[in-house]
């Protein structure tokens, strides 16, 4: 069931526990996940977390399965050129796609159309096949190239949201902030949530 699957690419960029809250979230919630982390983004989860992430992808797909307790086949984890993964082609599209959290670099990628590894080509399939495509953007200040490549996808219908948690819930933890963060973007992807209160 490929084209119900969630795809998620984690990059570079500080933020490594939004990713893996919200892949936590999704497989708690049942969704299949197509998980992507660029070589840099597995960097950052080990200076961010105490994950001891392996370095091959199958093992990387046992050991986060077991963390969240993915059921069997519910998370496939691919490499940075493992061309034959379902997302490099618009047959298999996933239903969506999160870029969470997205450096500059990627975003530029992807708003340029680079497909270099499997990151980007998933992007562009999501993109050319008119799926939901959200960039969690997590970086500051920003420049004129950033913010002319957000409205770039902005205008092809890619979701923006840059990871900016709110206060009114009287957040406790940095877990309260990274929960508010990951519950909008559940909200973006129709996936029930009970992560922080509704407004009102």
Not at 46 to 54: H, I, R, S, Y
Request: overall charge negative; some cysteine.
């Amino acid at each position: 069931m490929s084209r119900n699957a969630i795809a998620l690419a984690m990059t570079g960029a500080s933020g490594a526990v939004y990713g893996l809250r919200l892949l936590e979230c999704l497989l708690g919630a049942g969704q299949q996940v197509y998980l992507m982390l660029s070589g840099p983004g597995q960097v950052v989860i080990g200076m961010e977390t105490d994950l001891k992430l392996p370095g091959r992808s199958a093992e990387q797909e046992e050991y986060l399965g077991a963390l969240y307790g993915a059921q069997g086949g519910q998370l496939r984890v691919f490499g940075r050129e493992q061309w034959t993964a379902p997302v490099a082609s618009g047959s298999s599209a996933p239903r969506a796609m999160v870029v969470c959290p997205c450096t500059s670099g990627t975003l530029s990628s992807i708003a340029h159309g680079g497909s270099d590894d499997l990151l980007e080509r998933a992007a562009d399939v999501v993109l050319k096949e008119g799926r939901k495509l959200i960039i969690v953007h997590r970086e500051m200040p920003l420049s004129v190239i950033h913010l002319e490549n957000m409205l770039k996808l902005a205008r092809m219908g890619v979701t923006l949201m840059p990871a900016n948690p709110g206060f009114y819930h009287r957040p406790a933890a940095i877990t309260d902030l990274v929960d508010f963060v990951v519950a909008r973007i559940l909200d973006q992807l129709d996936v029930e949530h009970t992560l922080v209160p509704r407004w009102g």
